[in-house]
């Protein structure tokens, strides 16, 4: 009986959880759009616009030298691209002038935000004199290196007792832009490692110390376990920087003396041999490729930077 009873009950229906807007959210939502549609249309004129022409011209046969050549060939270009040996020679002399500097530029950016962190007296100095890399263009940087690397007038070869020109070399010459990298954005990356550090708390590291762990333990321990999110930070910031690298390769040698990265060969096919579409397919290459180290460095060190992504 309570069955039936229950069976003939009129079903209720479940209340409507679409959201009415009242006229003045309306008015507000429009105010909003409004306010950022400005500044909207002008990311996508500086930013998406010449993405997708660059997109469009990589499927196009377009040559400067031979404008009425021009045609549509769909995929023909990356396919070029992708199966030229120059290209992946290019992709190995940018990991190389990516991983190497910005691996040296973490530890010993890590070690300058400590001295930064730790010093007593004039902090605001110590500070300010390590930024000063930093500060300086690239492009005056990368000179300034270059005319110590050179044989005739520069320091390094008389200090190194060297007769030849280091920057005839292959491995002198990725010696000198690596130190010429490092020194330039260490003091970044020591930035960006600084602001981490300040938000470990000292009680953690004097409890520690009362419980006996040595000073390497409460490093490992405690510091860099809570540094991680700003190490993601600056890792990706850094990766993603020096492996569109360009100013200091062309300064030294123009890529030459198999120093050639992946922007140089795009800087070469669109504006030395004037082949809008190749030089547009390697462009397109380059920005897929550093969305996919974003990507990698998001989802796979991601997880492990937020707070409990290491617990399971």
Do not use: C
């Not at 044989?151 to 390094?156: C, F, K, N, P, V």
């Not at 040595?214 to 990766?239: C, D, G, N, S």
């Not at 920087?241 to 040698?253: E, K």
């Not at 050639?260 to 290459?285: C, F, H, K, M, P």
């Amino acid at each position: 009986m309570s069955a039936t009873a229950a069976t003939n009950q009129p079903v209720t229906p479940a209340p409507s959880r679409k959201r009415h807007l009242t006229e003045r959210a309306r008015a507000e939502r429009r105010l909003g759009w409004s306010l950022v549609a400005p500044a909207g249309i002008v990311m996508i004129a500086v930013s998406i616009y010449p993405i997708v022409y660059a997109f469009v011209l990589s499927l196009q046969r377009a040559d400067l030298r031979f404008p009425a050549a021009n045609k549509f060939i769909g995929l023909d270009n990356y396919k070029t691209v992708l199966t030229s040996p120059l290209w992946w020679q290019d992709v190995w002399h940018t990991v190389v002038l990516t991983v190497i500097p910005v691996s040296l530029e973490l530890v010993i950016g890590m070690a300058l935000a400590l001295i930064m962190h730790r010093v007593i007296f004039g902090r605001g100095p110590v500070r300010a004199i390590a930024l000063i890399p930093y500060g300086i263009v690239t492009v005056v940087a990368a000179y300034s290196w270059r005319y110590a690397w050179e044989a005739d007038s520069g320091w390094i070869p008389h200090l190194l007792g060297l007769k030849s020109d280091p920057l005839t070399s292959t491995f002198r010459s990725y010696l000198a832009i690596i130190v010429s990298e490092v020194w330039k954005t260490t003091p970044f990356m020591a930035l960006l490692l600084l602001g981490g550090l300040a938000l470990v708390p000292d009680e953690l590291h004097e409890a520690a110390k009362v419980d006996g762990a040595t000073a390497w333990q409460r490093f490992w321990r405690i510091t860099i376990p809570l540094m991680k999110p700003a190490i993601l930070v600056a890792l990706l910031f850094r990766t993603l920087d020096a492996f569109r690298i360009f100013d200091t390769v062309y300064i030294f040698n123009q890529g030459a003396h198999g120093t050639e990265t992946v922007s140089i060969l795009a800087y070469n096919q669109l504006l030395n041999r004037l082949n809008l579409g190749l030089g547009s397919a390697v462009s397109v290459l380059i920005f897929l490729m550093v969305a996919l180290i974003a990507f990698l460095f998001i989802k796979g060190f991601g997880a492990a930077a937020a707070p409990g992504g290491g617990e399971r």
